[in-house]
């Protein structure tokens, strides 16, 4: 099979790095529709403990993709949860673009006037390594994983005013029996694997179609420009809920709340499970005393008020131990490994 490229999202222009007001007494949902979610959410106490139980410098959390994305979203809310703690301010930037290696590098260099951590996923330290040829990080060694957060999965869309099959089942004896080529989108190194995997598992002749943002993959789906398209949960509730467009099936093992009426891949393809996930590492110079007790609050504030908020947006919270963490990654980088290889899916 022939190398193909896959695209890559552009950096969005500056980071967005600004210390946080005391918000408003409004809802959570508003504040963050205000733009107030974007200065800084969080006071962070545990890292590098001075004298009381303060901070001895700020935290700085580095998002490794765009503002208003899940893995924005959770940070912003777990930050929020943790900052009644108290402590010195951490500031949130946004560092988006190739996948996550700007962030993941940029965490490694970052000055040492702060405290720095990374909030990235199944991308930087599980995909990326296999996917690009070079790689300015290694997601073992120079990182320690110190609390996973959420999975998510994707939903596979279409348009229901271009494909008229309501189930995947449907959709594949469709596919098998036209015997066309067809097309699917992604928006990112998670989508394009999910649909890649369910290429091989279900051997339909396919090409995919890769998008440098959720948005303009999802007008071109509404505007009829490829068959389907595996999509982050933010990107298609919204438009899954207004009729726009229409969820075949979920690449996760289970039915999400947000969607209960929308099966899964798997009970149409038995095997298929896909989903990307989030989770917060820092340097591996931070010491392990450190990460535990970091590891700790941030799963006290998992279990909080925010597993149902997140829950709305498709997102299912996986709180666990630093040594969970570390299995969990390690086995999903041997899974996410096998599916790019043979998908011959790299980035020059």
């Known amino acids: 099979m022939q190398t193909q490229k896959l695209e890559t999202p552009e950096c969005c222009g500056p980071s967005t790095s600004r210390p946080m007001p005391t918000p408003m007494p409004c809802s959570r949902r508003a504040w963050l529709r205000s733009g107030c979610a974007a200065s800084l959410v969080a006071a962070l106490p545990l890292l590098g403990l001075a004298q009381g139980g303060r901070l001895d410098k700020h935290v700085r959390i580095v998002v490794a993709y765009g503002a208003g994305g899940a893995s924005d979203s959770i940070a912003r809310y777990v930050g929020e949860a943790i900052a ?3 402590g010195k301010p951490a500031i949130v930037e946004n560092r988006p673009g190739a996948d996550g ?21 199944s991308s930087t330290h599980a995909a990326n390594i296999t996917i690009y040829r070079k790689l300015g990080y290694s997601p073992q060694g120079d990182f320690t994983p110190l609390a996973t957060m959420a999975t998510t999965p994707y939903a596979m869309l279409v348009n229901p005013r271009r494909i008229a099959q309501a189930t995947a089942a449907e959709f594949l004896a469709w596919a098998r029996r036209e015997g066309t080529q067809l097309s699917f989108a992604s928006a990112n190194v998670g989508g394009r694997i999910a649909g890649e995997r369910f290429k091989q598992l279900t051997r339909i002749n396919a090409v995919s179609v890769p998008y440098k943002s959720s948005a303009q993959a999802m007008t071109d789906l509404i505007g009829g420009q490829f068959d389907y398209y595996f999509c982050d949960m933010l990107t298609a509730l919204p438009q899954v809920k207004a009729g726009t467009v229409h969820a075949l099936a979920l690449s996760s093992a289970q039915r999400i709340p947000s969607l209960p009426d929308v099966p899964t891949v798997g ?16 340097p591996a ?34 709180p666990g131990s630093v040594e969970d963490f570390a299995r969990f990654q390690a086995s999903d980088m041997e899974r996410a490994q096998k599916i790019v290889t043979e998908g011959n899916i790299r980035v020059e």
């Open 101 to 121: 290696n700007i962030a993941a590098e940029y965490v490694l260099r970052a000055p040492g006037d702060a405290y720095n951590l990374l909030v990235s996923g």
């Open 285 to 318: 110079k931070v010491p392990a005393d450190i990460i535990k007790r970091l590891n700790t609050e941030v799963n006290k504030a998992l279990a909080g008020d925010l597993k149902d908020k997140l829950r709305e947006q498709g997102l299912l919270l996986s």
């Open 267 to 282: 009970e149409t393809i038995a095997g298929y499970e896909f989903y990307s996930w989030y989770g917060l590492w820092a």
């Open 84 to 86: 009644q703690r108290g």
